[in-house]
């Protein structure tokens, strides 16, 4: 399970699936920014790992308990998404 933050954001999301893209707006702290590159070379750039974990019910249990978050169908094109695609395909994650 990940969460989303954003300098911006006024919740925490709750990250339901990753997309197999690179495609960084500003660059990282190493100075990286790739554009419309795959993370994993041998899937189309729309491939998607998703998470086994039911992210609404996670989500909806929150907001019970008074948290301010929300489920989230995009990890966006940075750092976000691609530490969970990495970290779902090491997991043996399954296509979707």
Do not use: W
């Not at 989303?4 to 339901?16: L, M, N, P, Q, Y």
């Not at 909806?60 to 978050?69: M, P, T, V």
């Amino acid at each position: 399970l990940h969460l989303g933050t954003d300098f911006s954001a006024s919740r925490v999301c709750i990250e339901k699936q990753a997309k197999n893209l690179m495609d960084f707006q500003i660059p990282d702290n190493e100075g990286n920014q790739p554009k419309g590159e795959k993370i994993d070379k041998g899937k189309k750039p729309d491939h998607v790992l998703v998470c086994k974990i039911n992210t609404s019910a996670v989500s909806a249990g929150l907001r019970d308990k008074q948290h301010n978050c929300a489920e989230s169908q995009d990890a966006g094109g940075y750092i976000c998404n691609y530490i969970y695609y990495l970290s779902m395909m090491t997991m043996g994650y399954v296509d979707n």
